[in-house]
């Protein structure tokens, strides 16, 4: 898993010649934006590691569906255990 979100940012990387020039067609910089120790940080991802790092923070995500699920049977558990006592 990796903790954050997947961003896509799309850009035109200055050189005249390219097909970003008509501001369209603009490259695809994917990032992934995270605190770290508190604070907001954007890293950009290589291009040989985006699809591994889109999906663990997909995997992420997962995880935080699966643990919110799981709280929310345990405490309708708990108050049904409470009531008979
Ligand atoms: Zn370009």
């Known amino acids: 898993m990796l ?3 997947f961003v896509e940012r799309k850009r035109a990387c ?6 970003c020039a ?6 695809s910089q994917f990032q992934v934006s995270v605190l770290v120790e508190g604070k907001p940080k954007t890293f950009n991802i290589p291009a040989k590691l985006v699809s ?14 699966a643990a919110a699920t799981i709280c929310g049977i345990n405490l ?8 008979n006592r």
């Open 76 to 83: 309708r558990r708990f108050l049904k255990d409470k009531e």
């Open 52 to 65: 591994k790092v889109r999906q663990q923070v997909e995997m992420r995500h997962r995880f935080d569906a």
């Open 14 to 19: 200055g050189r005249p010649n390219c097909h």
């Open 3 to 5: 903790p954050g979100s």
């Open 22 to 27: 008509d501001g369209k067609n603009l490259h």
